[in-house]
């Protein structure tokens, strides 16, 4: 993607250390980090327990993913709430009701389908604060600074997914899934806690007493109207396709790996190192990515590197051994970075008012997206075979490199009726 005009700090490259001496940036992102530990480690654990419960696959398999599509429609139902409500409320109320979640499943012995109520319904309420967080965070950074504190939380993110994953497994055989489960709660609760003391008091991010604005209307259907009038801005409605699809194929050949791997007749074990071969190639790529390149060169690059991330897959259509294997997945994760190249123009196109919901609805989509991805190319293997399907996954993804390399370049500054306003961060209440 070339933009015709760049901010006037186009070419100014930021550095991680620049990132981290913002203090707001600072909690935001260590607070985050923590979570995401949390997160990895309560959702294995809970698909550990109702395995346990249930001696069912199928709804082992349902609780681990049932927190991913109900956070789409909590962001189409609640998502304008990150912008009309304060954000250390909305963020320590998140981290506090995913605790009390947590700690109901280990402490209460409540039926399957109850347990897994109470995780969907936890879900919904997602979008709402992880949008006022990112609010928060593209108030306090800008320019490259912004792309970089992304960089960072993609490479936390990707870190405390492994440590989280590796805590869960240690956490159970030590300490059984229900006081497992109860871990992860003292970890939200710890978050919780950090924000609620040490982020200031801000104000809401949009205009509640503007004419016409959100305040006036109920939070469904401000949120319903404020994500329609998102996704018919043009520029913001390609901006999010283009890093929703990428996700999804890689996420539909991610989840063929565990049965490329049996019916490759691989050794026990050698599907963990081929799944951790993604995460690890995301690490790498990130890093290079934001450290060495200028703003403008990642934006550059963004379809090229989605090809990065088909292009290997296809290769599984000949169906490799484990070395190569790994080595492709690797070279596909890398090519994950491409996202840094679209951070700037995505925040430029949205508007002031409504970015809370924005990131909301970007992130939702993406959960969404991860999840019915595996679902779709499961079924296309039971045709073709893990390797064939993986293979057509890495033409989706290379496709979408092309379709984004046949776009019009945006008008001015990038934005289609977007506010391409900088903020410098929230106003104190009084």
Same mark, same amino acid.
Request: with cysteine; aromatic share 6%; glycine share 14%.
């Given at each position: 993607?070339?933009?015709?005009?760049?901010?006037?700090?186009?070419?100014?490259?930021?550095?991680?250390?620049?990132?981290?001496?913002?203090?707001?940036?600072?909690?935001?992102?260590?607070?985050?980090?923590?979570?995401?530990?949390?997160?990895?480690?309560?959702?294995?654990?809970?698909?550990?327990?109702?395995?346990?419960?249930?001696?069912?696959?199928?709804?082992s398999a349902v609780?681990?993913g049932i927190g991913?599509?109900?956070?789409?429609?909590?962001?189409?139902?609640?998502?304008?709430?990150?912008?009309?409500?304060?954000?250390?409320?909305?963020?320590?109320?998140?981290?506090?009701?995913?605790?009390?979640?947590?700690?109901?499943?280990? =402490?209460?012995?409540?039926?399957?389908?109850?347990?897994?109520?109470?995780?969907?319904?936890?879900?919904?309420?997602?979008?709402?604060?992880?949008?006022?967080?990112?609010?928060?965070?593209?108030?306090?950074?800008?320019?490259?600074?912004?792309? !970089?504190?992304?960089?960072?939380?993609?490479?936390?993110?990707?870190?405390?997914?492994?440590?989280? !994953?590796?805590?869960?497994?240690?956490?159970?055989?030590?300490?059984?899934?229900?006081?497992?489960?109860?871990?992860?709660?003292?970890?939200?609760?710890?978050?919780?806690?950090?924000?609620?003391?040490?982020?200031?008091?801000?104000?809401?991010?949009?205009?509640?007493?503007?004419?016409?604005?959100?305040?006036?209307?109920?939070?469904?259907?401000?949120?319903?109207?404020?994500?329609?009038?998102?996704?018919?801005?043009?520029?913001?409605?390609?901006?999010?396709?283009?890093?929703?699809?990428?996700?999804?194929?890689?996420?539909?050949?991610?989840?063929?790996?565990?049965?490329?791997?049996?019916?490759?007749?691989?050794?026990?074990?050698?599907?963990?190192?081929?799944?951790?071969?993604?995460?690890?190639?995301?690490?790498?790529?990130?890093?290079?990515?934001?450290?060495?390149?200028?703003?403008?060169?990642?934006?550059?690059?963004?379809?090229?590197?989605?090809?990065?991330?088909?292009?290997?897959?296809?290769?599984?259509?000949?169906?490799?051994?484990?070395? =190569?294997?790994?080595?492709?997945?690797?070279?596909?994760?890398?090519?994950?970075?491409?996202?840094?190249? !679209?951070?700037?123009?995505?925040?430029?196109?949205?508007?002031?008012?409504?970015?809370?919901?924005?990131?909301?609805?970007?992130?939702?989509?993406?959960?969404?997206?991860?999840?019915?991805?595996?679902?779709?190319?499961?079924?296309?293997?039971?045709?073709?075979?893990?390797?064939?399907?993986?293979?057509?996954?890495?033409?989706?993804?290379?496709?979408?490199?092309?379709?984004?390399?046949?776009?019009?370049?945006?008008?001015?500054?990038?934005?289609?009726?977007?506010?391409?306003?900088?903020?410098?961060?929230?106003?104190a209440d009084e």
């Open positions: 993607m070339t933009p015709t005009a760049e901010p006037a700090q186009g070419n100014h490259r930021a550095t991680y250390r620049e990132v981290l001496a913002e203090p707001r940036f600072r909690l935001l992102f260590s607070t985050r980090t923590v979570a995401i530990t949390a997160d990895a480690l309560r959702i294995t654990t809970f698909s550990v327990l109702v395995f346990s419960a249930t001696g069912s696959a199928l709804l609780a681990f991913f599509v109900p956070q789409l429609f909590g962001s189409l139902l609640l998502g304008s709430l990150a912008d009309r409500l304060p954000p250390r409320a909305l963020i320590t109320g998140g981290y506090a009701l995913t605790c009390a979640a947590a700690l109901l499943i280990a =402490v209460v012995r409540m039926p399957v389908a109850a347990s897994l109520g109470v995780v969907a319904l936890v879900s919904l309420a997602t979008p709402v604060f992880h949008g006022a967080s990112s609010r928060l965070v593209a108030q306090a950074l800008e320019g490259d600074a912004y792309v !970089l504190g992304r960089s960072l939380n993609n490479l936390a993110g990707a870190g405390a997914q492994l440590s989280g !994953l590796a805590l869960g497994g240690a956490a159970v055989a030590a300490l059984g899934p229900r006081r497992a489960l109860a871990v992860s709660a003292a970890l939200y609760l710890c978050c919780a806690l950090a924000v609620r003391f040490r982020l200031p008091r801000l104000r809401p991010g949009g205009s509640r007493g503007a004419p016409g604005g959100r305040g006036d209307r109920g939070a469904v259907r401000a949120s319903l109207q404020g994500a329609g009038l998102l996704l018919r801005v043009g520029t913001v409605r390609r901006l999010m396709l283009a890093q929703w699809l990428p996700c999804a194929f890689v996420a539909g050949a991610e989840g063929l790996i565990v049965a490329y791997a049996g019916g490759r007749h691989f050794a026990p074990g050698w599907y963990a190192v081929l799944m951790g071969c993604l995460p690890v190639g995301m690490l790498v790529g990130d890093l290079l990515v934001g450290r060495v390149l200028r703003p403008s060169t990642r934006e550059r690059l963004v379809a090229p590197l989605i090809a990065l991330m088909g292009l290997p897959l296809v290769g599984f259509a000949a169906e490799p051994g484990v070395g =190569v294997s790994s080595c492709l997945l690797l070279l596909c994760g890398s090519g994950f970075a491409y996202g840094l190249g !679209l951070q700037r123009p995505f925040l430029e196109a949205l508007p002031q008012e409504g970015r809370g919901q924005a990131f909301g609805l970007l992130g939702s989509g993406t959960m969404t997206v991860q999840g019915v991805g595996p679902v779709c190319f499961g079924a296309v293997a039971a045709g073709v075979g893990t390797g064939g399907a993986i293979a057509l996954a890495g033409v989706a993804a290379t496709l979408t490199a092309g379709w984004i390399l046949t776009w019009h370049p945006p008008a001015g500054n990038g934005t289609e009726g977007g506010a391409a306003e900088s903020s410098q961060g929230g106003v």
